[in-house]
C-alpha cells in the first residue's frame, strides 16, 4: 500500500509555520509497511482541497489528512471532503456531546462556532479527539480511505496511534514487510572521522542501511531496517546500534531526540553530583539548556554570566594579572572562571566558557569563532579550546554543547570509579 499526507493550512503555503506532522505520520506508516509517495500542502480555500483529494484518491488507496478540523471559517476539511464525495454534512449528537463535555469540565460553556465540529459528511464516521474539541474523520472516496485528523501535532498523534493505526492493522494493505527507523546522536567527532569507523555500515545496499547527517556540531546515525516483520527489523536494528557504539564509544550521547543536557541530569543524579556554569561567551546558554531538563534543580545550583572583565574578575575573583597576561579569551581565565564558579556555589563540578562569537572581535591567534571550555571536579581539571565557522548564534550554540558533553564525559569518568 502507498500513501500520501496531505497537510492543510495557508500558514503552512506561505512559510509562516513548518509541517511536522507529515514526517511524523510518514515514519508511522512505514512502520506498518506502508510507504509514503507524497506529501501535499494546501491553503485553506475549499476548492484547492476538494482538487487535492481527487488527485490524491486517485493515485493511493491511502489518504492521510492534518489541519482544518477546528471551529474558524478557514477550517474547510469537513466541507471540501463532502463536497469531494456529493454528500451533505450532517451533525452527529454524540460529536456535540463531547465538545460541550470538554469545554463544560474546564468551566466554560462552548462557544456556538465550535458546533461546526460536530458535522460530518454523512458517509463518514467520525474518530475520537480525546486530547481537544476536534473529532477526526475515516470514509471511503472512490478506492481510497481517507483518514483526517487535527492539525494540532499532540492531539494528531494520538488520534493515530488509537484510531487509525488499529484500522490500518486491520486492513488488506497487501504488505511487502514493515520499516522501523532509529537515530543516534554523537558529538566530538566530525562527520568524516565518524563515516571512517563506520564505513562498512554506511555502504549502499545495506539492510539495515546507516546513513549520516549533521546539524549545529551534533553527527547523527539514522538506521533504517526493512524486513517482514517488525521483530526482525527491531533485532536487525538493534544489532547495527551495537556495532556502532562499540566503534565509537563514549562520543554516542543518545538516541531519538534525546540531548546532551539531558544525558548531563541523568548522570549528575545518578552519581549525586552538583553542577554551575561560569558563562561569558555562552550568555548563560549552557545553564538554560540544564534546566529545560526535568529534576535538573536536585543537582543543578546555579550560574554566573560573567560576560566583562570587570565581572570577571567581580564575580569569580578572576585575577587582573591573568586578564591582562592573557586576555579575556584564553585558557587560563577559562580555568579561573571555572574555579570561581566552583568556590561560589560550592559545587562538585563547574564550567566555564569564553569566546570570540563574532561577527566582530577576534586576534590573529584567537580568531573570531574560538571558544575555550574549562572544567573543575573531581577527576581534576580540564581545558578544550575550539574554533567554530558559522555565524553568532551557531558559535554560542556549539560552545554550549561542546560544555554539556565536557561535563557529560566528566560524569561517565566519576560513574566509571
Known amino acids: 500500500m502507498r500513501a500520501e499526507i496531505i497537510a492543510i493550512g495557508t500558514e503552512l503555503t506561505t512559510g509562516q509555520t513548518v509541517d511536522t506532522n507529515g514526517p511524523w505520520l510518514s515514519q508511522r506508516l512505514a512502520e506498518l509497511g506502508i510507504s509514503t509517495a507524497f506529501h ?3 491553503a485553506d480555500e475549499v476548492a484547492d482541497i476538494v482538487e487535492a483529494l481527487r488527485i490524491a484518491t486517485a493515485r493511493v488507496p491511502l489518504v492521510l489528512i492534518s489541519g482544518g478540523l477546528g471551529p474558524t471559517q478557514d477550517d474547510l476539511t469537513r466541507e471540501a471532503l463532502a463536497l469531494a464525495a456529493q454528500v451533505s454534512l450532517v451533525e452527529d449528537p454524540i460529536a456535540l456531546e463531547h465538545i460541550r463535555t470538554f ?47 487535527p492539525g494540532v501535532p499532540r492531539e494528531l498523534q494520538v488520534m493515530f496511534q488509537e484510531q487509525v493505526r488499529p484500522r490500518l492493522l486491520l486492513a488488506d494493505r497487501r504488505t511487502g514487510g514493515v520499516i522501523v527507523f532509529r537515530k543516534i546522536n554523537t558529538f566530538g567527532l566530525g562527520e568524516s572521522a565518524v563515516e571512517e569507523k563506520i564505513a562498512d555500515l554506511t555502504v549502499r545496499g545495506r539492510n539495515p542501511e546507516v546513513g549520516i547527517t549533521v546539524s549545529d556540531a551534533v553527527v ?27 566503534r565509537l564509544g ?3 550521547y543518545g538516541v531519538e531526540e534525546e540531548e546532551l543536557e539531558d544525558q548531563v541530569v541523568r548522570l549528575a543524579q545518578e552519581a549525586k553530583t552538583t553542577l554551575a556554569t561560569a558563562e561569558s561567551i555562552t550568555g548563560g546558554l549552557v545553564a538554560h539548556r540544564i534546566c529545560r531538563v526535568p529534576g535538573a534543580s536536585q543537582y543543578f545550583q546555579g550560574a554566573i554570566v560573567a560576560y566583562s572583565e570587570e565581572s570577571k574578575h567581580r564575580e569569580l575573583d578572576v585575577p587582573w594579572d591573568l586578564l591582562r597576561t592573557h586576555g579575556a579569551v584564553s585558557a587560563p581565565v577559562a580555568l579561573a572562571m571555572a574555579e570561581g564558579a566552583r568556590r561560589r556555589f560550592g559545587v562538585d563540578i563547574a564550567v566555564a566558557t569564553t569566546g570570540f562569537a563574532g561577527p566582530t572581535g577576534g586576534t590573529p591567534q584567537e580568531p573570531t569563532g574560538t571558544a575555550y571550555v574549562a572544567l573543575v571536579g573531581p577527576q581534576g581539571t580540564e581545558i578544550v579550546r575550539q574554533v567554530w565557522s558559522g555565524e553568532r548564534t551557531e558559535v554560542m550554540s556549539r560552545t554550549a554543547k561542546l560544555a554539556l558533553n565536557l561535563i557529560r564525559l566528566h560524569l561517565l569518568k566519576l560513574s566509571a570509579k
Open 40 to 42: 501535499t500542502i494546501v
Open 250 to 252: 563514549d562520543v554516542v
Open 220 to 246: 547523527s546515525l539514522r538506521i533504517i531496517a526493512r524486513y517482514p516483520t517488525f521483530a526482525e527489523a527491531q533485532a536487525q536494528i538493534n544489532a547495527t546500534e551495537s556495532l556502532i557504539r562499540q
Open 103 to 149: 469545554f463544560s469540565s474546564r468551566g466554560r460553556s462552548m462557544p456556538e462556532r465550535n458546533r461546526v465540529q460536530a458535522l460530518r459528511p454523512e458517509n463518514a464516521e467520525l474518530l475520537p479527539n480525546p486530547m481537544g474539541t476536534a473529532p477526526g474523520l475515516f470514509m471511503h472516496l472512490g478506492q481510497a480511505m481517507i483518514f483526517a485528523m
